[in-house]
Nanobody
Framework: QVQLVESGGGTVRTGGSLRLSCAAS????????MGWYRQAPGKQREPVAA???????NYADSVKGRFTISRDNAKNTVYLQMNSLKPEDTAVYYC?????????????WGQGTQVTVSS
């Protein structure tokens, strides 16, 4: 059974930093594409950053140069380092993994962690 557990959210001031963690079980993060998404109040969930099994990374334009996604294979954990935070980064952040096998899509989400950036 796949489980993703996020942690590390909190409240920071503009310009501050946070590091989110996503501890995975039931999958091997180094063998799967992993991603971070966020959902602000009244808005749709949007992708923030992703890392492939091969280690390639992608970022939303709004966070490029400020956020870094990484993983620790020994801990089977994915991280999102967030620097230079802005009030518009305020959202619930979710960890995700998904894949398609034999025509069936598997899609797993964590419970989310709240990030609040005060001005």
């Amino acid at each position: 059974q796949v489980q993703l557990v996020e942690s590390g959210g909190g409240t920071v001031r503009t310009g501050g930093s946070l590091r989110l963690s996503c501890a995975a079980s039931g999958i091997i993060v180094s063998s799967n594409a992993m991603g971070w998404y966020r959902q602000a109040p009244g808005k749709q969930r949007e992708p923030v950053a992703a890392i492939t099994g091969g280690g390639s990374t992608n970022y939303a334009d709004s966070v490029k140069g400020r956020f870094t996604i990484s993983r620790d294979n020994a801990k089977n954990t994915v991280y999102l380092q967030m620097n230079s935070l802005k009030p518009e980064d305020t959202a619930v952040y979710y960890c995700n993994t998904h894949w398609t096998r034999w025509g069936q899509t598997y899609d797993y989400w964590g419970q989310g962690t709240q990030v609040t950036v005060s001005s």
